[in-house]
């Protein structure tokens, strides 16, 4: 008798696989999906082949095992943290350029300054909102930057309101060649944007 004609791989073993598989291959979809919109040309098919390749194989065991519950709880629950770990793969990555705009009543003139003295780009516009008087900043970040800016907004405007947004393709900009990161305590180290 072979292992995987037990009761043990039929009903543990097999569904933990299948768990497993399920969280690789819905990952991978996730990042696919992210490249298709970054436009990633040979990155996205590549992780398209392997997402399917993965599929193709959790399928035939589920319908080698139709009789086995176990099987479709791994699968649902693979789906599911597999959706999980793909949006923290995808945090981690942070890829791309957003555009951020934010909109305050409060004077934003030590926040225009700061994000001048990080070298970013804005544009500034005196503007009014439903309730007078507003300021509208637009600026772009590299992705991986949005955390430290939203810090800053933050620090020097608290009840602002800001959008975030995906940007697809940046022609021209003006990014940091060096993004100084601050902390409450002052500077806390130097680091290099794009």
């Not at 793969?89 to 957003?98: Q, R, S």
């Amino acid at each position: 008798m072979h292992f995987t004609d037990t009761e043990t791989f039929s009903y543990i073993v097999l569904p933990l696989l299948i768990f497993v598989a399920r969280v690789f291959d819905v990952s991978i979809g996730t990042l696919r999906i992210i490249f298709v919109s970054k436009g990633k040309k040979l990155l996205a098919p590549l992780l398209g082949f392997f997402e399917v390749l993965i599929w193709i194989a959790v399928i035939g065991k589920i319908m080698e095992n139709l009789d086995n519950i176990y099987c479709y709880i791994g699968y649902a629950s693979g789906f599911a943290a597999g959706n999980y770990v793909g949006m923290l793969l995808e945090e981690k990555l942070a890829m791309g350029v957003v555009g951020i705009r934010v909109i305050t009543r409060k004077p934003a003139t030590e926040l225009i300054q700061s994000l001048k003295n990080d070298g970013y780009g804005l544009t500034v516009m005196a503007a009014e909102g439903a309730t007078g008087h507003v300021d509208v900043i637009y600026t772009l970040v590299n992705r991986k930057d949005l955390p430290g800016v939203i810090d800053e907004i933050k620090l020097y405007n608290p009840n602002a309101f800001y959008t975030i947004e995906d940007i697809k393709f940046v022609n021209k900009g003006v990014f940091p060649v060096v993004r100084q990161k601050r902390n409450m305590g002052g500077i806390k180290s130097v680091r290099k944007g794009k």
